[in-house]
């Protein structure tokens, strides 16, 4: 297993973060790198609700994942249950919120099992620094969309 974590600081308090984060299915609303996402079934929050999320250039790379952890404005775990086109087994994805007042401390953590046996101690770093770039976009797409929820 290898992981890659990504952390930053949310210019939000930790209500208006998790509000953005909560609203599951809708990632493709604020996420730049996603390409489409949709509710699975009729849950679309807490342990159990489940999203597809297709990114890449195309929205060719495809993940099913489903909730398996909601404490609501601290954590969410989320495992990913099919992954598409991408070189990984399994992953499990992990949102972490602290409370910073005004602003919110955030951790992106990701656990993830590379395909290819002995060959991805070759690849595992490249893709670590791929994945933690993503992540780190995916921290600062997150900033601007919780400013833009306290204005509607």
Known sequence: MRNVTAKGTVASPRSNVWAVLADYPNVVDWNEAVKESY???DAVQGVGAQRQVNVGAKGSIRNRETVTEWTPEARMVIAVDQIQKQP????????????????TPFTMSYDY???????????????????HKGFSAFIADLGPATQARTTD
């Open 113 to 131: 099992e590379p395909k290819g046996g002995p060959l991805s101690l070759i690849y595992g770093p490249i893709l670590d620094r791929l994945l």
């Open 39 to 41: 509710a699975i079934g």
């Open 88 to 103: 990984i087994k399994q992953a499990t994805m992990t949102f972490t919120l602290s409370d910073g007042g005004a602003t």
